[in-house]
């Protein structure tokens, strides 16, 4: 037979060499929960499937950029039904004959509540900073945070870090930061830049200190705080609410919730 079915019986052919590699799944007339049951064990062993409170799965933007949890619908469940197995039906003569997934089975397993599906916490491009200090060096999946990582960069981190590492850190992160609005810093004109910066020289004041402290990790691991910076005043730090105020430039005040150092399983964080 050509690769292109031309006749009836080519298509048959055609048709039961494409089913004869996939599983049957048996669509039960009288019992479509059954089959909704027996579809959520086939998916459960789905690698690109996930729990986010609803089944999710994992899709690659065709620009390459980080994966995304897309939400199933009830047409997405019969593709990727059909991507796994083939359904089925007695026909009158007791035949089991190939049939379409019915929609209702579809949203019977959307409904179901639990999927025995693995838990997706988010997906990060960040390492991962773990309750003990170690950075957690994982691509794909990551079962102890329940995070993807993908395209994570490698980190050259000591295996013993010295007080003098410590230090380097905290300058090369001051650094990175040093355009940050922080309303106690003591700031100086960068000439390359042409924007007030924190000067490097200083110490770092509260607000600077909080915002790493928060960010890596130095609070216990079960606080997730947003964090809440008023009106700039002199001397005064960012209070933890869940919502914050956040001094943008000329006197601008932007209220929005601002997240930093979310606790994730395990008590692990992003770095």
């Not at 190939?98 to 693995?118: I, K, Q, S």
Request: glycine letters at 6%; charged letters at 25%; one cysteine or more.
């Amino acid at each position: 037979m050509s690769e292109v079915p031309h006749t009836p019986a080519d298509a048959e052919e055609f048709v039961e060499t494409a089913l004869g590699h996939k599983p049957q799944l048996i669509v039960h007339v009288g019992d479509l929960p059954a089959t909704a049951r027996a579809l959520r064990k086939l998916l459960a062993q789905c690698e690109y499937l996930f729990d986010r409170d609803a089944p999710v799965k994992l899709v690659q933007p065709s620009d390459g950029g980080p994966m995304k949890a897309v939400p199933l619908t009830a047409n997405t469940v019969v593709i990727e039904t059909h991507d796994l197995c083939q359904p089925v039906k007695f026909n009158s003569r007791g035949e089991l004959v190939a049939v379409t997934l019915p929609e209702r089975v579809a949203r019977m397993y959307l409904d179901m509540g639990e999927w025995n599906l693995r838990p997706l916490a988010g997906i990060t491009t960040a390492p991962v900073l773990a309750a003990d200090g170690s950075i957690r060096d994982v691509e794909g999946y990551d079962p102890e945070t329940g995070l993807w990582c993908c395209s994570v960069p490698r980190l050259a981190v000591p295996e013993r870090p010295d007080l003098e590492d410590a230090k380097t850190a905290l300058r090369r992160l001051r650094a990175t930061f040093k355009t940050f609005p922080f309303a106690d810093a003591i700031r100086r004109r960068d000439p390359d830049l042409n924007v007030d910066v924190v000067d490097l020289a200083e110490p770092p004041g509260r607000d600077e200190s909080a915002f790493f402290a928060q960010a890596y990790g130095s609070r216990p691991a079960s606080s997730s705080r947003r964090r809440h910076c008023p009106a700039p005043e002199p001397a005064k730090g960012c209070s933890s609410e869940r919502s914050a105020q956040l001094l943008l430039a000329f006197g601008r005040v932007l209220s929005l919730p601002v997240t930093i150092g979310r606790s994730l399983r395990n008590g692990s964080r992003l770095i």
